[in-house]
């Protein structure tokens, strides 16, 4: 297998999350969750396999936990439904794909990955995208699925406060109780990057909306000339700052070093424009970055002769 450096680094959502305000059998929850996606992530590299399928079969593992913004966790729309997106991009090739607004797909990352090796497209969205699913097979699942009452009581929380508040509810707060992503970046023996994101999006969205998870360079990136960055927090911010392929451009044109481009994007340019939310990403030395400018983030990451590091709040 050689010497070469891989690993693996995950995160399932940023925003308001307080110690104070979580029990110890969910904080449990979560760390064994994320424990299991590393592994599985972890797993694929170390065996000599590619960095884009570990990062897939990492975001699946916290799709199908209801704890996550994603699969089966996923928020609900202002019309009480479930839309998704995911994205997963190659940095040896620059290849990608990514679906937007997928009300029927059990795994988004699975169906964006099928775009990518299948399609000549990059981003597939609502029926057209699941119509391409159906011709290949893509596990589909029913409403019932993704029905969570943790889910379903955040939405009528929201109607509730927009109501009271006369505004919408976009405008509002953004805390963890209203959107979130799960993500994964990886670097396999090879020297390859990947980075893999899906996203259940935000609580009470309307019009369609879409947020920074499907779109290459703003919630998702990689690059084997520098970096794989995986982003979560507010959508909008994320894509008028091009926060993932900034952390890349700053690497590559000005010289910075992983931490010092990743820092740089989230606590300068993404607070400065008022943005919160965090990245996780790594680059092809298996140098590993996790800043985020909120209370916490679901975070950890898995690197060779390492133990595994899982961190939720702010230490």
Not at 210 to 218: R, Y
């Amino acid at each position: 297998m050689g010497d070469k450096k891989f690993g693996i680094v995950i995160h399932g959502g940023a925003g308001t999350i307080l110690k104070s305000k979580m029990t110890p059998e969910k904080e449990a929850e979560y760390r064994q969750k994320l424990g299991e996606s590393l592994q599985v992530g972890y797993d694929i590299v170390e065996k000599g396999g590619a960095a884009i399928d570990a990062t897939q079969a990492a975001v699946k593992v916290m799709e199908d936990s209801p704890l996550f913004n994603a699969g089966k966790g996923a928020v609900f729309t202002h019309e009480g439904l479930n839309e998704q997106d995911a994205c997963i991009m190659d940095g040896k090739t620059l290849n990608s794909g990514a679906v937007a607004g997928v009300r029927r797909i059990k795994n988004p990352i699975e169906l964006a990955r099928l775009v990518m090796d299948k399609s000549e497209h990059i981003l597939l969205s609502g029926e057209g995208a699941e119509a391409f699913a159906q011709m290949h097979g893509i596990e589909f699942a029913e409403a019932e699925y993704f029905y969570t009452e943790h889910r379903w009581k955040q939405l009528r929380a929201a109607k509730y406060q927009e109501k009271v508040t006369k505004a919408d509810y976009s405008q509002l707060d953004h805390s963890d109780d209203k959107h979130g992503t799960v993500g994964a970046v990886a670097l396999d023996r090879q020297g390859n990057l990947a980075a893999a994101t899906s996203s259940g999006g935000m609580t009470n969205k309307k019009f369609g909306r879409l947020g920074d998870s499907p779109i290459v360079g703003a919630g998702n990136y990689a690059n084997n000339r520098t970096c794989a960055v995986s982003g979560t927090g507010h959508g909008e911010y994320f894509i008028t700052a091009v926060v993932s392929y900034d952390v890349s451009a700053l690497m590559e044109y000005k010289g910075l070093s992983l931490q010092q481009a990743a820092n740089m994007v989230i606590y300068e340019k993404l607070a400065g424009l008022g943005g919160t939310g965090g990245l996780i990403a790594i680059d092809r030395d298996g140098n590993v970055a996790m800043p985020f400018n909120t209370e916490g983030m679901y975070r950890g990451n898995l690197l060779p002769g390492q133990k595994p590091v899982i961190e939720i709040f702010k230490e």
